[in-house]
């Protein structure tokens, strides 16, 4: 690995600590104050929800200088968390909900301009080793993490797993400073983006070159383009729809894992830790394989395409109710899942020109991060008036609905393609 490379997974894994921690502090912070397990999770909501205004967030991104934003996101960031110190009754939990929502808005800030530095300072082969690498990083911090926060916020409250959060988004921010890249001072606008194939764009990224522009446009305009440009870019599209479905699935799936816990293997709710560490295990391996893989099968649909085939597999063998098939079924969804979202994010850092890597990043994540806030509240509802079968069902539908469809497509799914062919 590069320098650039083991410094972003340094990140990866700092960030990782410390916004898992915070996550799960929050929540309890705010449960602790004021009794309500609804008012606990608005923490977690707080945090997601900025990823529905990245397209918005990645077209301010795409206007300033790639250092700066990490920087700045890092540090004010930290110093907000400092802030929680004033924390301490019922009444002040609005104060943990700004804070949370900052740290959302932050993620989304933090993975546009990301995506600018990664691209300047990784080889492009390199991006998918890179990413998964940073993906297991971050899940191998989930199994450490959560015990941190819990354990810290019982011996000296939240304030302290607060600042352990701002210590660590510090450090950061310090790696940033030491990631080799050549990058422009102000990225040039869109309107100059001229390059409809994905090849030649990737090509652009890649060499760093500047799209010379001469006028400005609006925010709404940058933002639209990015959205279109995701659209039309089969190499990036696919990827994307790909990794998009299957968290929708993921999300119906996850309620209707609660029902086989409950009612198929009656075990208690805290066994869905055991199930959660398997997946997080093979998620880790995922991670260390998804580059070599997208090397084998040369392409990233490709790869999305096996891990939202993988992840149905998982979503059938929850579905049987049995406690051997329950355990691989948790392991084939921690593998499938990070495989389909590596693909599609690492789509887009190698197909888009760098001028619009802020805009089409907030896209992506929108597109792929978003939808499971949607399969939660669905799959609840079909446990609640159904069973366990019907969201798990839907979730294999709506996977192997989406690999079907798209591997019928086989002319777009791997680069060195013709826009043409590629649009056929």
């Known amino acids: 690995m590069t320098r650039g490379a083991v ?3 340094g990140v990866s894994l700092v960030a990782g600590l410390g916004g898992t921690a915070m996550t799960l502090a929050a929540a309890v912070w705010v449960m602790t104050l004021t009794g309500s397990s609804a008012l606990a999770a608005l923490a977690s ?3 997601f929800a900025p990823s529905l205004v990245g397209p918005v967030l990645g077209a301010l991104v795409d206007r300033a200088p790639v250092r700066p934003v990490l920087l700045t996101s890092n540090l004010v960031l930290a110093a907000l968390l400092m802030t929680l110190s004033a924390v301490d009754e019922a009444a002040d939990v609005w104060h943990i909900f700004a804070v949370m929502l900052a740290y959302g808005v932050s993620y989304v800030v933090v993975d546009a301009a990301e995506a600018r ?27 450490v993490a959560p015990l941190v926060g819990a354990g810290l916020f ?13 210590g660590c988004l510090t450090i950061a ?7 080799p890249a050549r990058l422009e001072a102000v990225p040039a606008r869109l309107e100059a983006v001229q390059a409809t194939d994905p090849v030649q764009a990737t090509d652009a990224v890649q060499a760093g070159d500047a799209v010379q522009t001469g006028g400005r446009r609006r925010v709404w305009t940058d933002m639209v383009a990015g959205l279109r440009y995701v659209r039309t870019q089969p190499l990036l599209w696919w990827p994307v729809i790909v990794a998009s479905l299957a968290m929708v699935a993921s999300g119906v799936a996850t309620a209707g ?13 805290a066994f869905l830790g055991v199930l959660s560490s398997i997946q997080g295990g093979a998620a880790i391996v995922a991670g260390l394989l998804v580059g070599w893989l997208m090397s084998r099968l040369k392409g990233e649909a490709p790869v999305a395409l096996l891990g939202a085939g993988m992840f149905s597999l998982g979503c059938l063998a929850h579905a049987t109710g049995w406690l051997p098939a329950t355990l691989v079924g948790s392991a084939l969804v921690g593998l499938g899942l990070p495989w389909a979202v590596v693909a599609a994010l ?22 792929v991060f978003a939808p499971p806030a949607l399969g939660l509240p669905l799959g609840a509802a079909l446990v609640s008036a159904v069973d366990y079968h019907v969201p798990m069902v839907l979730a294999i539908v709506l996977a192997v609905g989406v690999v079907v469809q798209v591997a019928r497509r086989a002319v777009p ?6 826009s043409e062919a590629a649009s056929s």
């Open 346 to 367: 690492t789509a887009v850092q190698r197909h888009t020109p760098a001028a619009m890597m802020g805009t089409v990043t907030g896209s992506a994540n929108m597109l």
């Open 173 to 179: 921010a310090i790696l940033y400073l030491f990631v």
């Open 117 to 143: 530095l990664v691209v300047a300072s990784v080889p492009r082969d390199a991006l998918g080793t890179l990413n998964g690498f940073r993906l297991g990083t971050q899940e191998a911090t989930k199994l």
């Open 413 to 418: 799914l791997r680069p060195g393609l013709s």
């Open 45 to 47: 909501f707080f945090v």
């Open 257 to 269: 894992l609660y029902g086989v816990v409950a009612e198929a293997l009656h075990r208690p709710p």
């Open 154 to 166: 019982v011996v000296a409250g939240g304030a302290a797993v607060a600042a352990l959060t701002a």
């Open 7 to 9: 410094l972003f997974v």
